[in-house]
Nanobody, 121 residues
């Protein structure tokens, strides 16, 4: 299993970034994909989720209306479009793939290596 995350960097408040996470080594289209972030001194938090079989996305309250998660199953890629960024969005952003096997009652998760987003003037 391998992830290649990209798109992070330094941006001014109010700016935009688009994160990408290209996955390989598993059946991408069967997995729910999500983005997490971890700010300095804080616990990792869930930012956005997109299920495997529909586009019923969900977001943490602090990014609702500013961030958009999407996926391209043909390219094994999940995206996070981040607009109107604020200093509070500064963190390392991680993508995660997850699936729950109903037959075995086993959950499987894979994590990306993270990409740094820094929002500062």
């Amino acid at each position: 299993v391998r992830f290649v995350e990209s798109g992070g960097g330094l941006v001014q408040p109010g700016g935009s970034l688009r994160l990408s996470c290209v996955a390989s080594g598993f059946n991408f289209r069967e997995y729910a994909m999500s983005w997490y972030r971890q700010a300095p001194g804080k616990e990792r938090e869930l930012v956005a989720v997109i299920p495997a079989r529909n586009n019923l996305t969900s977001y943490t309250d602090s990014v609702e209306g500013r961030f958009t998660i999407s996926r391209d199953n043909a390219k094994n890629t999940v995206f996070l479009q981040m607009d109107n960024l604020a200093s509070e969005d500064t963190a390392i952003y991680y993508c995660k793939a997850a699936i729950f096997d109903l037959e075995t009652a086993k959950a499987t998760e894979y994590w990306g290596q993270g990409t740094l987003v820094a929002v500062s003037s």
